[in-house]
């Protein structure tokens, strides 16, 4: 086992505060980066972090990176112990007998190194015996030595790169994989198959050169690369941190073809390519599940339109039974997920505070009161007119962007792909070459490229539609609406306001008991173009300001409070 192995597979067990890349919230790697390594580990190559501060924050503790240990307790400075300089670790227990008879224990960890000094021999509140054990471990795994007499154990490898950040061998062997399937079945790529291998090829910025290397392979007629033999290339390639999201990655993105080709999510099972695929890369079934989960869960944030509550809702659960079975969030989304870039993914999670949701202290102090109170307060006013609402879809929003730019580059590399294989049939047949079967291939690649050309512009569509509707407040406050809309010159835009948004019922439940109310929800029926001159309209109104939020509701419940003074002076 190597180095990030080990730490992996046994430091979880050290204490309940172990957190373990790549799902180190940022705020406590950040912390433990400049605080326990004193800034001198990359965040990059930090394995795992073992908290024992007293407020939670990561600022005390050990850092573990691929090369070194690092130690800081709550007083004191940083402690950099090389895994190369270690010649033994052990727990030392140190008796003591007091005056009235009695004897106590003292247990440090002691660390020694080759030359017999000792590096470190200090107490401290986790599992001293299991650490000493797992730097043993450690030591003797760099005691090995390979066929020539050496072996480099002892090195720094990202726990944090994902897909659009790797080498360009270990892009090609990856998508060769998801070829390699889409031909298992029938010896064909179909238009569908070619929209996804091409989205996962621009939401992970594959260079010309790569898209040219992967086009040949799809149709040309040499044999395929063997699994066998691209799961090497990615083994020998990848930096080890990132090897095991890599090939979580892999049987998502497999799973998920397979599902938009119209099959159900659990029909990977039936499935030979995929259930092999998965066995070589060490990806069991109760793991697929998480993945099934996650995908369902992406496809949901635009199909059902998500709000970010419920969105943060849902990730969370899904990291929580990913961690369960050794599927971290990174893995899910490696390469990116339904159209989404791995780096649209990230900034999600930030919009919705999700490093601070997974693992974000309970201690609040001094200033940090004061902006929690100020922006529950400011959350109070958004929520009293209703503005809160049109905040709610922040993170689909900004999702269904990227899915859009990333739509449009796939359009034009299929579309750059159209030019070359219309300039290889018309070439074949200015010349007259006499291979009917060439020419027909070439035509009816051509016809597969303009289908997926067709499949990509039809969801750009769809997605256009939604990034509009996702502007939108799905209630309709009909109160403050009509106080902007009072003035004569304004009045005429209800009608079409009113269509968009019919009155219908709603059951609410009050206490004990439940009454009906009378709501204002948007049709989701209409062409893109309604929702287009609806938006318009609000907008102009200034109906998603929180000023004018404010304002209106004011003069609402001023007219209401009026209204309700006169009735009772029988006025």
Request: charged share 25%.
């Amino acid at each position: 086992m190597s180095v990030v192995s080990i730490v992996k597979c046994e430091a979880s067990k050290l204490s309940s505060r172990v957190f373990v890349a790549p799902d180190i919230p940022e705020k406590y790697l950040n912390n433990a980066v400049i605080s326990i390594s004193e800034s001198k580990a990359d965040p990059d190559v930090v394995i795992a972090v073992l908290d024992t501060s007293l407020l939670n924050s990561c600022k005390a503790g050990v850092l573990f990176t691929g090369d070194s240990l690092f130690f800081k307790g709550t007083l004191g400075s940083s402690i950099q112990i090389k895994y190369e300089d270690i010649g033994s670790a052990q727990e030392k227990i140190t008796k003591t007998k007091k005056d009235d008879g009695s004897v106590t224990e003292t247990k440090t960890l002691l660390i020694k190194g080759k030359d017999g000094s000792e590096l470190y021999n200090k107490h401290d509140i986790y599992d001293l015996k299991l650490l000493a054990k797992i730097i043993t471990e450690i030591i003797e795994e760099g005691s090995s030595t390979d066929s020539e007499g050496t072996v480099d154990v002892f090195k720094n490898t990202n726990q944090v790169l994902p897909l659009s950040d790797c080498e360009s061998v270990i892009k090609q062997a990856y998508i060769k994989i998801i070829c390699n399937y889409a031909l298992s079945d029938d010896g064909i790529i179909d238009s569908r198959e070619y929209s996804e291998i091409y989205s996962i090829m621009v939401r992970n910025d594959y260079s010309n050169e790569d898209r040219m290397t992967v086009r040949a392979y799809i149709i040309g007629d040499s044999e395929k690369d063997s699994i066998d033999n691209l799961v090497s290339i990615l083994n020998e390639n990848v930096p080890e941190g990132s090897r095991d999201a890599l090939m979580k990655s892999i049987v998502k993105d497999l799973v998920y073809i397979n599902h938009v080709k119209g099959n159900g999510l659990d029909a990977w099972k039936r499935n030979d390519f995929i259930c092999d695929t998965a066995k070589k890369l060490n990806v069991t079934s109760d793991q697929i599940s998480v993945i099934i989960q996650s995908i369902q869960n992406d496809e949901d944030i635009i199909a059902k339109r998500k709000s970010d509550t419920e969105i943060e809702k849902s990730i969370k659960e899904i990291a929580a039974k990913g961690a369960s079975v050794g599927v971290p969030l990174a893995a899910l989304y490696f390469s990116g997920t339904v159209g989404f870039s791995a780096a649209g993914i990230t900034s999600g999670l930030a919009t919705l505070g999700m490093g601070g949701m997974l693992g974000f202290s309970s201690m609040v102090t001094g200033i940090g009161v004061v902006i929690i109170t100020g922006l529950l307060a400011y959350n109070g006013v958004k929520k009293l007119t209703g503005a809160k609402d049109l905040e709610n879809n922040k993170v689909r929003e900004m999702l269904i962007q990227g899915v859009i730019k990333n739509l449009q580059k796939s359009i034009n590399y299929l579309i750059e792909d159209v030019n070359y294989i219309s300039g290889e049939l018309i070439q074949a047949l200015e010349n007259q070459v006499d291979d009917e079967e060439k020419i027909t291939k070439l035509k009816k690649l051509l016809q597969t490229f303009i289908d997926a050309s067709n499949i990509s512009s039809q969801n750009l569509l769809v997605n256009a539609k939604e990034s509009i509707i996702a502007k939108l407040p799905t209630k309709l406050d009909k109160t403050r609406f009509d106080e902007l809309t009072s003035e004569p010159t304004k009045q005429k835009l209800r009608p079409f306001v009113y269509q968009m948004y019919p009155e219908t019922e709603e059951t609410v439940k009050s206490g004990d008991t439940q009454k009906k109310v009378k709501v204002y929800k948007i049709d989701y029926s209409k062409e893109t173009e309604y929702y287009e001159k609806l938006y318009q309209i609000l907008n102009t109104l200034e109906y998603f300001k929180l000023s004018t939020a404010i304002t209106a509701a004011g003069t609402s419940l001023a007219k209401k409070g009026l209204g309700a003074l006169k009735s009772t002076l029988g006025m």
